[in-house]
């Protein structure tokens, strides 16, 4: 059974930094592209990072650019995401997700976390 659970949320001040883990189970991580979600209150949910199998393609959203990195701990089938220099409006419910597939997953993903909460605030 595929099970993603995601930790590592929490209160942060501006130009702080968190570290995002996204621990799978059910399946082998390194043979699936992962991404990573975050949903704003009052705003639609948007993707933040993505890495295919084996890192061959990663993708970050223009707003995360040089501040967020997306990683795999193939041992501990687990995929994080470091957030450094964050910002008042990177505050958000953060997800991973998966389709089990070798692409970059979509906002209709077939398998979420639960999500953890990321608050960036003086």
């Known amino acids: 059974q595929v099970h993603l659970v995601e930790s590592g949320g929490g209160l942060v001040q501006p130009g702080g930094s968190l570290r995002l883990s996204c621990a799978a189970s059910g399946f082998t991580l390194d043979h699936y592209a992962i991404g990573w979600f975050r949903q704003a209150p009052g705003k639609e949910r948007e993707g933040v990072s993505c890495?295919?199998?084996?890192?061959?393609?990663?993708w970050y959203h223009d707003s995360v650019k040089g501040r967020f990195t997306i990683s795999r701990d193939n041992a501990a089938n687990t995929v994080y995401l470091q957030m450094n220099r964050l910002k008042p409006e990177d505050t958000a419910i953060y997800y991973c997700?998966?389709?089990?597939?070798?692409?970059?997953?979509?906002?209709?993903?077939?398998?979420w976390g639960q999500g953890t909460q990321v608050t960036v605030s003086s």
């Open positions: 890495s295919t199998s084996s890192d061959s393609y990663i």
């Open positions: 997700a998966t389709d089990l597939s070798l692409y970059c997953p979509s906002g209709d993903s077939a398998f």
